[in-house]
């Protein structure tokens, strides 16, 4: 199991869900991450193109444009925080 620490720095879970039972209220990890989900959104994309890529080479380049949009992210929200 990935740390919490780890998980928040993947964007958390696409589906999170509450824990009842947590009297921290914290929201359970379940599922595939944020980057996950954008890495796989990502893939359709890259492998339906005419390259010459390699499986593997297309699954590195899905990841790398995950990390690209989740920094987007990130400084967008830091931009909605200064406002």
């Not at 958390?12 to 595939?32: A, F, I, K, S, T």
């Not at 010459?52 to 830091?78: C, F, G, N, P, T």
Request: proline share 2%.
């Amino acid at each position: 199991m990935l740390s919490t620490e780890k998980l928040e720095a993947d964007g958390g879970p696409v589906y999170p869900c509450h824990n009842d039972e947590n009297v921290e209220y914290n929201w359970l990890w379940r599922g595939m991450t944020l980057r996950d989900h954008f890495a796989a959104q990502a893939i359709v994309g890259l492998a339906s193109d005419d390259s010459e890529l390699s499986w593997q080479d297309i699954a590195v380049q899905a990841y790398q444009l995950a990390d690209a949009m989740l920094k987007a992210r990130q400084v967008w929200r830091d931009y909605e925080a200064a406002e």
